[in-house]
């Protein structure tokens, strides 16, 4: 089984639409988990850091299920400018240790 | 907002030979990051650094890649003899260890021809 592992997509979805993304995880022990979002050729940004209890940030809300091992982002009305490919991070070991990242999943909303 | 940012944004250099990507992390930060991206494949981490010392590697750093912290600011990572999979983006990343949320430069795409 994959580290990390996200559904490559494309997610193509209309403007204004609800789109939701799931990432699963193996280590049952990791300890942070993120989404962030890649533009074409450019660096993650940091979208959200995702907690035990979720939270909400505008359009996005991110969910954790440790039972399950997997996390997920929902992002609601969506925009064009939301077009980007969400990518899951997970820190497996602890403070400041790497961050293990998933294939990202593509988003293209459209007209 | 303070940010990573990194020279060179591309570099193109011949198989065999040495480079040098730089990176300035975040000032109050303490913990840095390479990672790296081939066109169309994942993230993937390749070292950690901490305390003027390695902290975690990855398999595909190997002796042929070190890091320095040559001063007080800059972050390097040297490639001694490139090949030709050496080719991608070279993301530096640090994080200043109260959380685990780790910031990303821009990027350095290296091309090896």
């Given at each position: 089984?994959?580290?990390?592992?996200?559904?490559?997509?494309?997610?193509?979805?209309?403007?204004?639409?609800?789109v939701a993304f799931n990432c699963?995880?193996?280590?049952?022990?990791?300890?942070s988990f993120f989404w962030y979002r890649?533009?074409?050729?450019?660096?993650?940004?940091l979208l959200m850091s995702v907690y035990s209890s979720g939270n909400e940030d505008g359009r996005f809300t991110a969910q954790l299920n440790?039972?399950?091992?997997y996390i997920s982002l929902l992002i609601r009305?969506?925009?064009?400018?939301?077009?980007?490919?969400y990518l899951c991070a997970v820190?497996?070991?602890?403070?400041?240790?790497?961050?293990?990242?998933?294939?990202?999943?593509?988003?293209?909303?459209?007209? | 907002?303070?940010?990573?940012?990194?020279?060179?944004?591309?570099?193109?250099?011949?198989?065999?030979?040495?480079?040098?990507?730089?990176?300035?992390?975040?000032?109050?930060?303490?913990?840095?990051?390479?990672?790296?991206?081939?066109?169309?494949?994942?993230?993937?981490?390749?070292?950690?650094?901490?305390?003027?010392?390695?902290?975690?590697?990855?398999?595909?750093?190997?002796?042929?890649?070190?890091?320095?912290?040559?001063?007080?600011?800059?972050?390097?990572?040297?490639?001694?003899?490139?090949?030709?999979?050496?080719?991608?983006?070279?993301?530096?990343?640090?994080?200043?260890?109260?959380?685990?949320t780790?910031?990303?430069?821009?990027?350095?795409?290296?091309?090896?021809?």
């Open positions: 089984r994959k580290e990390v592992e996200q559904d490559p997509g494309p997610f193509n979805v209309p403007e204004g639409a609800t699963t995880y193996s280590n049952s022990a990791s300890q890649q533009d074409c050729r450019k660096e993650p940004k440790r039972a399950s091992q009305d969506s925009k064009l400018s939301d077009s980007a490919t820190n497996p070991t602890g403070t400041a240790s790497k961050l293990t990242f998933g294939t990202g999943t593509r988003l293209q909303v459209t007209l | 907002e303070p940010e990573v940012t990194q020279t060179p944004s591309h570099q193109v250099t011949q198989m065999g030979q040495e480079v040098i990507l730089r990176c300035v992390p975040i000032s109050n930060h303490l913990y840095f990051y390479w990672y790296r991206q081939i066109l169309g494949q994942k993230v993937e981490f390749l070292v950690s650094f901490y305390n003027n010392e390695i902290s975690e590697k990855s398999e595909i750093f190997d002796d042929q890649f070190s890091v320095e912290r040559p001063d007080g600011s800059n972050f390097t990572l040297k490639i001694r003899s490139t090949k030709l999979e050496d080719s991608a983006m070279y993301f530096c990343a640090s994080t200043d260890g109260s959380t685990d780790q910031y990303f430069g821009p990027g350095t795409r290296l091309t090896v021809l």
